[in-house]
């Protein structure tokens, strides 16, 4: 239950972001479905998965995984061992086997942060059995989970060295304990979320927009392709977190990450002409684009009046040093802009009136 499995995957994918060429390798062979689950984890982050089909010998599994990988040309092997709730001898001396069959480089004890004192025995007795090399923290909530992390360090000496961030399978960072501080001293994390966009934007792609953004000649194409790329990063709580001094604002404002989908199925629904140029759109444009969005008209006005708005302080933006852009940023914050204007609402749909309909219900409304 410590998220041991996708772990594996989350790691897998954070080390082919690092130009490896992982292989993930089934040797979970306590826990039913453990190879399944392990399979479409690596299907999903699009690397191997190695297992053996009615295999029984964990030890067996990884030392073959070793020649595999070899020969398809795998720089990286992560073993799925057993997990376990408490310590188990008979699984800790198989742990301990495979351990000295394939001398691993690293050994990662995955520990839950949420149980507390439990991850902290765990930790001492797998560090006292296997020397490990390091701690993999999932749930890690640095809100209230802060001494987990510390007693773990404390009790076996060796480091967190990844945290667990979320369920998908990109929520997966590297622990810096000085980063992690600031975050609960509600001082944000810059770094983190410099190093977060230089993964998801491309820097010829920013040149060409910080351009644009200078003449305040954004497109709502390009409000649309800044979007999509803020979702890889997280959710906007998320992103807003790392901003210094916002922790203490996230929990009163309002934000629901389901809107930016309402926003994209807007702007999809716009002609190339009206994307380029939003104040093209006048009341039957309106209309239209709410019908093929599942919005409302009202929807649309909020959205186009948000770009507008957004344009103008982008340009602004455009001419401040890095320093300034986080103060206004955070400025914007404050002021609750991320959370203003209308929220979207699905639009439920109702039979047209006909014209003889429309007749009778105005004298009703004259009685």
């Known amino acids: 239950?410590?998220?041991?499995?996708?772990?594996?995957?989350?790691?897998?994918?954070?080390?082919?972001?690092?130009?490896?060429?992982?292989?993930?390798?089934?040797?979970?062979?306590?826990?039913?479905?453990?190879?399944?689950?392990?399979?479409?984890?690596?299907?999903?982050?699009?690397v191997p998965c190695f297992a053996i089909e009615g295999e029984k010998n964990p030890v067996r599994v990884a030392r073959k995984s070793l020649s595999w990988a070899a020969d398809n040309e795998r720089d990286v092997v992560i073993i799925d061992t057993a997990g376990r709730l408490h310590v188990d001898e008979e699984m800790m001396k198989q742990a301990e086997e495979i351990a000295n069959t394939v001398q691993p480089h690293q050994i990662y004890l995955v520990s839950d942060a949420m149980t507390g004192q439990d991850a902290v025995n765990s930790a001492k007795e797998f560090n006292d059995r296997l020397e490990l090399d390091g701690v993999i923290l999932t749930k890690f909530d640095s809100d209230a989970r802060g001494g987990a992390a510390l007693s773990v360090k404390a009790v076996t000496g060796k480091p967190i060295k990844f945290i667990g961030v979320g369920e998908k399978l990109d929520a997966l960072e590297e622990f810096h304990p000085?980063?992690?501080?600031?975050?609960?001293?509600?001082?944000?994390?810059?770094?983190?979320?410099?190093?977060?966009?230089?993964?998801?934007?491309?820097?010829?792609?920013?040149?060409?927009?910080?351009?644009?953004?200078?003449?305040?000649s954004l497109t709502l194409d390009d409000f649309l392709g800044q979007m999509q790329q803020m979702k890889q990063m997280g959710s906007m709580k998320d992103i807003l977190k790392l901003l210094p001094g916002?922790?203490?604002?996230?929990k009163d404002m309002q934000m629901d990450d389901g809107e930016i989908d309402h926003m994209e199925a807007v702007?999809?629904?716009?002609?190339?002409?009206?994307?380029?140029?939003?104040?093209?759109?006048?009341?039957?444009?309106?209309?239209?684009?709410?019908?093929?969005?599942?919005?409302?008209?009202?929807?649309?006005?909020?959205l186009i009046k948000n770009f507008n708005m957004a344009s103008g302080m982008m340009k602004q933006m455009a001419g401040m040093g890095m320093r300034d852009r986080m103060n206004f940023a955070q400025q914007m914050g404050q002021m609750d802009l991320f959370g203003a204007g209308p929220r979207f609402k699905v639009k439920q749909r109702s039979k047209r009136l006909t014209k003889k309909q429309r007749g009778k219900r105005r004298k009703k409304r004259k009685r």
């Open 178 to 216: 000085d980063r992690m501080a600031g975050r609960i001293l509600g001082m944000g994390d810059v770094v983190t979320l410099v190093e977060k966009a230089q993964r998801q934007f491309d820097t010829e792609q920013a040149q060409k927009l910080q351009a644009k953004m200078a003449k305040g």
């Open 267 to 302: 702007i999809n629904s716009m002609t190339g002409t009206e994307r380029a140029k939003p104040d093209t759109v006048d009341a039957s444009r309106r209309r239209r684009i709410a019908r093929g969005s599942g919005t409302e008209p009202s929807d649309v006005s909020g």
């Open 246 to 250: 916002m922790g203490s604002q996230l």
């Open 1 to 46: 239950g410590s998220g041991k499995t996708t772990t594996c995957g989350k790691l897998a994918r954070y080390i082919l972001s690092q130009g490896k060429h992982p292989v993930v390798v089934a040797c979970d062979l306590q826990r039913p479905a453990a190879v399944d689950q392990l399979s479409i984890v690596a299907e999903q982050v699009q």
